[in-house]
């Protein structure tokens, strides 16, 4: 199985902040480490990566310090010119659709993912994100955004491949 994973929104607060100096800075959610950390103590997934479309190489630096360094997620920025979209890069580095269909798991908020939120094994996504993405995704997080919703809908999974959650913390 494969994870992909978004950053803003999902990472961060989606927003970019500006100290005196004109520095770029973004902000990101602390807990995020501790629930991958037990996702992978599960083996679940084969590969887990973020694939983000980033606008600027500010943004992706930025991005890639938290996600990389602290996280130790690969991170795939669409803006390569390589890259034609989302989905075109996991069709063209796993083989083909049917893998998608069986063996993706996709946690996104946008209308950008769309095609991929579709066709993917099993996707997720937050309660403010698009009715359109909504429509197509296994699991809605009753979170509105970074500070939980990936934790919650990580938890949902382990669920759905019948993980005891609770063990986890208890044992």
């Known amino acids: 199985m494969l994870l992909i994973l978004d950053i803003d929104w999902i990472f961060t607060d989606w927003k970019h902040h500006y100290g005196k100096d004109g520095k770029v800075m973004k902000a990101f959610w602390s807990n995020d480490r ?18 983000t479309w980033d606008g600027t190489w500010i943004w992706i630096d930025i991005s890639k ?11 795939v920025s669409t803006r390569e010119k390589w890259v034609k979209s989302k989905y075109d890069y996991v069709l063209n580095h796993y083989w083909d659709e049917i893998f998608i269909k069986e063996n993706v798991v996709y946690i996104w908020d946008d209308l950008a993912d769309l095609k991929i939120i579709r066709d993917s094994n099993w996707s997720a996504t937050t309660k403010n994100a698009p009715t359109l993405v909504k429509k197509y995704c296994n699991y809605i997080s009753e979170y509105g955004g970074w500070e939980w919703w990936l934790a919650d809908i990580l938890l949902e999974y382990m669920k759905i491949k019948w993980i005891d959650v609770e063990s986890l913390f208890f044992n």
């Open 65 to 75: 310090a938290r996600v990389e360094k602290e996280l130790w997620i690969p991170v």
């Open 34 to 51: 501790y629930v991958l950390n037990l996702l992978k103590t599960v083996n679940l997934f084969d590969d887990i990566f973020c694939l």
